[in-house]
């Protein structure tokens, strides 16, 4: 579990990721695709499912903010995140034993 905050607009908290799930849409693709060449015996096709396959993966990683969809969030504890923290939030990173920001006091 990684505490990230957002440059763009200093959201802090998990970042959102693409899940296993997004791959059932793969496995879809190569299906049609994978039929569509058993039938036509023409192969380029496969180059479609391909890159595809290929472009799902390189942004597979990729997190955005939760707030904004923007794709700088950074971690809290990192130089970047620890600018991005002051200039947004005026304070130190809370302690990295609690992945919320801190309690209001009542
Ligand atoms: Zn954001």
Known sequence: MTTKICQHCGHIGEPTSQGMGSFFVDVMIWMVFISFTLFSAFLPFLLIPLAWSIYHITT?????????ENLEM??????????????FHGQRP??????MPPPIAH
């Not at 597979?60 to 904004?68: G, H, N, V, W």
């Not at 950074?74 to 200039?87: C, F, Q």
């Open 94 to 99: 809370p302690s990295l034993h609690t992945t």
């Open 74 to 87: 950074v971690r809290i504890n990192s130089h970047k995140g620890k600018l991005a923290m002051t200039r």
């Open 60 to 68: 597979y990683k990729t997190i955005t903010c939760p707030e904004c």
